[in-house]
């Protein structure tokens, strides 16, 4: 019951937070008691924030954190609160292209490091390179900041210079970059040809459903079926998803004219059911196809595994998908941040709601140890006794890569350090009883040849050999 009630409270203030702030900003304070609503509770909760509050009472800090606050009251994950800033960067990360330096990073321990420049970027042109720990952006220090305010620190016009310092461990030293932002160009659909026992088969892999995810979907498989593929892998693991109409485009290639592939359910539970449309014959309805899913594979890219599932056009490989069954429209508001709201949620053309469930693979494949590890960059010295994450991560590479380690906790024991050595013979490292950055990268370096041989992709294999034999059936 208290729990309850704080709940309560808390929602009356956040709205008492959001209507007196639109009062105030057309009415000039006389130092009267606030008349913000019809509700009492309201006025007063507001009139005593601003006039008894001992910490800030920034206008426009009181109003992000109530529009933020009834949006979490929503209890939906996916509903939320963007300021001016954070709107900018949501919609360019599915923009067609956006103005920057073009490198990819990721967080680790605290740090940002480059998981790879993007090919003649700004980034690429000026050195930078993969494993590099990105330390101050134009001479201001990154320690305890986030990704997005790295982002924001990032972004910038176009021409305009930025100046980073990174951290080379490969070269164990600070290196200064200088580059300009430009416009880059982003790709969300790769694809390539795998010959098999004679047969030519596709595979193109689909990162995010942006804007233009459509067309090049368009023009890397159009050109697939001139070199003459005989089957067709899509790729959409760690996909999060997207705008829906690049996916029902996409969904239009595959399955015949008029053909049902999702439904749309309002608050009102009125259904409205999506068909494709096209005007070309689907080029591609006659192709086998595989649809590779994870964990990671969310929102859009369920649409389309629903789609193919449900009209029987594809064989699912893989693991269960995330499970987000709900569509969210995002609104402008008047200080620049937008409000996204889930206003629907959609279903598979059988009507199955997903949510929270995900849509499970027709032949499950797990990955093997060490091709589904995450890919971690630390860096550092560890010795017999140390304990720690970076301890823990080397003795799950040397167990995946089939060294005998007792022990997985991060506890550097002597198990641990023979295993090491053996790794350091076989790599043909410089004898030395700790874990050091010559270590550290040869280990990276190690699981990134792993990973980049399709051999060691098992759901890869999975599929590729499913197509072959209905192909030879």
Do not use: C
């Amino acid at each position: 019951m208290r729990k309850n009630r704080i709940f309560l409270y808390g929602f009356i203030l956040v709205v008492a937070l959001v209507l007196g702030y639109l009062w105030l900003s057309g009415k000039s304070s006389k130092g009267e008691e606030s008349e913000v609503s019809s509700s009492k509770v309201i006025d007063e909760a507001y009139d005593l924030i601003k006039k008894e509050a001992v910490f800030s009472k920034n206008e426009k800090l009181l109003v992000e954190g109530a529009i933020r606050g009834m949006a979490d009251a929503l209890e939906d994950p996916h509903s939320s609160y963007l300021t001016k800033e954070e709107a900018e960067v949501q919609e360019s990360s599915l923009a067609e292209e956006r103005v920057g330096i073009g490198v990819e990073i990721m967080q680790s321990g605290g740090k940002f490091i480059v998981v790879a420049p993007i090919k003649d970027s700004p980034a690429f042109k000026a050195g930078l390179k993969p494993q590099d720990e990105i330390v101050r952006v134009n001479g201001e220090r990154l320690t305890a900041k986030s990704m997005a305010e790295l982002v924001q620190l990032l972004s910038g016009e176009k021409g305009s210079s930025l100046k980073l310092t990174v951290y080379r461990p490969s070269e164990n030293r600070h290196v200064e970059l200088h580059m300009k932002r430009d416009t880059i160009a982003l790709h969300t659909v790769s694809s390539e040809v795998l010959e098999v026992d004679g047969k030519s088969i596709g595979i193109v892999t689909i990162s995010i459903f942006g804007e233009k995810t459509a067309e090049e979907w368009e023009k890397q498989t159009k050109a697939l079926v001139e070199r003459g593929i005989h089957g067709l892998v899509v790729d959409v693991r760690g996909n999060p998803g997207g705008y829906l109409f690049s996916v029902s485009s996409i969904i239009g290639t595959l399955l015949q004219n008029g053909s049902t592939f999702a439904y749309m359910q309002d608050s009102n539970g009125v259904l409205e059911m999506l068909n494709t449309v096209n005007k070309d014959t689907p080029y591609l309805n006659k192709v086998p196809v595989v649809l590779l899913q994870n964990g990671g594979s969310a929102s859009a890219s369920e649409v389309l595994a629903g789609a193919l599932k449900d009209n029987n056009r594809a064989m699912i490989v893989g693991e269960t998908s995330f499970g987000k069954g709900t569509v969210q429209e995002t609104h402008p508001l008047s200080n620049g941040g937008k409000l996204k709201i889930s206003t629907h949620k959609w279903l598979t053309p059988k009507q199955q709601w997903i949510h929270h469930k995900g849509i499970e693979a027709d032949l499950k494949v797990e990955q093997d140890e060490l091709f589904d590890i995450d890919m971690k960059y630390y860096h550092g010295e560890f010795q017999l006794g140390d304990y720690g994450e970076e301890v823990k991560y080397v003795q799950q590479v040397l167990g995946g890569l089939g060294y005998n380690v007792a022990r997985k906790d991060g506890y550097f024991d002597e198990n641990t350090l023979e295993a090491v050595d053996k790794y350091r013979e076989t790599n043909k490292l410089e004898v030395n009883s700790k874990l050091d950055e010559v270590f550290f990268q040869n280990m990276t370096n190690t699981i990134n040849n792993y990973k980049s041989r399709k051999e060691n992709d098992q759901q890869l294999q999975m599929g590729v050999s499913y197509i072959i034999h209905k192909l030879n059936k």
